[in-house]
């Protein structure tokens, strides 16, 4: 949940690594650190944020190595002394990594025993000093790569380089991402492509158990076996990596105003000529699978709920998981199960953890994901890629539109139902009707319950799903304590919460179910509550707060998502709270 850059051959890589920090600060942002060379291995690190950073270092920097690291803390609390990047005890080794050490306490008695000490209490800097261990012994850095791989347990990106050659950074991933970027008279590294795509599009992707060093002529790779190995550059669309804030204030705001364009490139991606452009082998094991099951955390947990009713809509048996429980409870009915994995990063460790229990027992795989070249990407037995750009901010908005339009595609395409294709481009004049004219009315509901210490959404089946996504957007960016309930569910027990003024936000747009959430509204109205709701044409009353064109219903997490994604941004932005970095988390969710 750190992002990583490093440099070597450039004339001043401070721009670089500082440009990069600041691109990936969204996986982590308790602390950030630099170090180079320049007559000896040079630290600066400290709490805050980058642009904190910045001031703290000297303007000018002569050097043409520097390693950087912005981080959210696992091990160790978020402090200037367990900032990236560490220092071995002898000063040999600085080392920036990204991941977690599962056996850093077995490695920490084994150095203490060979009279080392620490200054904190990562796992990283266990790392830096077990590496200068066995270099001291060496002294060959990559013979000592060779031996010390096989010591850690855990998941890393590390990037590191020695004091006695200033002109070579060392690269060792597992499980962690890592990218080369290929220059002419430099080379560059990072924890994605993002931060080097100003500078070069020629990009080596690390896989599991790779190692290796960039110099500013070469790249060097070995394979998980220690063997040199020719690994083939790629290049990416420039367009879905760039972190542009294109005159947005924030990346939110920017992300949720994308959500048109995604479902555009979505249809344009995966349904071409009149017919749906997904691998036919993969059509083929899902249509032969008896039970699908989705599996995701947090907001692409969400999505799987919504995409297990758009299977099942086509008479597949589902069932839905939160990737963190059905790791240590795994169950696969039927017996030929498939399971979809949905994860915007892609690197999201929980799901991590589920594809292992899923190859040691064979069963068939799909990633849907945003991010090409991630882990599950890579080691997914089937992977679509969402195109939705690099969502930046931390609060998912475009990726679970486009993950559910997605779904729904791929659940269409099963049965070749290409109504599909056209119920999305309804929903999508719902989207650009919601862009065009209720951002106002929203900033309105927003001021209105700001200072709010609790709320509740409601709704029923689709309309469920969409509140338990608005809750959680509206709850960590917000900091509001907000509850979905499906509306059933009120009288056996939410209901001793509702209380005079207190807000309940409503979905209504589903036909089957809008008679009785307007039961649930009287309910709760007549406890005091303030409701506002959100109802689509047909359904609506004229009390209702914001009436949107009518649209396929079971396409409401694509049309009537961004009023809920507005909404949180606004009571944030009305807060004055950090929209698109809020407190405690961090965009990739790379440790269990
Ligand atoms: C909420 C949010 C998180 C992520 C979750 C899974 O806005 O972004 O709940 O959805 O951490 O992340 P991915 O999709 O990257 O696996």
Redesign the pocket.
Known sequence: MCGIVGAVGFISPKEYVFKGLKMLDYRGYDSAGVAYFNEGIQIYKDVGSVEHLLTIVPEKIDTNIMIGHTRWATHGAPTKLNTHPHLSFHKRICLVHNGVIENFKELRSFLIEKGYSFYGETDTEIIANLIEYYYLQSGDVIETIKVVKPLIKGSYAFVFFTSDDPNTLYVLKKASPLVIGLGKGFNLVASDASPMIDYTNEFIELDDGEFGYVNKEDAVIFNKKGQKTIKDPISKDVELISHDLKGYPHYMLKEIEEIPQTIKRLISCYFQKGKYQFDKELLKDLNESDHIIFI????????GLVGGRYFEKYGKSASRFI?SEWAFHPTYPGKKPFIIM???????A??IHCLTIIKEHNLKNLII???GGST?DRNCMYSLLLHSGV?V?????K??VA?VTLLAMLAGALVNDKKVVDDLRESLDVVYDIQDHYKPLIMKVADEIKDKKNIFYLGRSFDYFLSL?AS??LK??SYIHSEAIPGGELKHGPIALIEKGIPVIVFITDPDTAASMRGNIEEVKSRGAKVYTIATKKLSRPEDTIMVEDYAYYLSSVAVSPIAFYLAYYVALAKGLNVDKPRN?A???TVE
Request: proline fraction near 0%.
């Open positions: 995701g955390c947090g907001t692409s947990y969400h999505a990737a949905i994860s915007q990063s892609g690197e999201t929980d799901l994901t945003n991010t599950l969502e901010s931390v609060a998912s908005t990726a679970y993950q996504e959680l957007k960590e960016i988390l965009k990739s969710v």
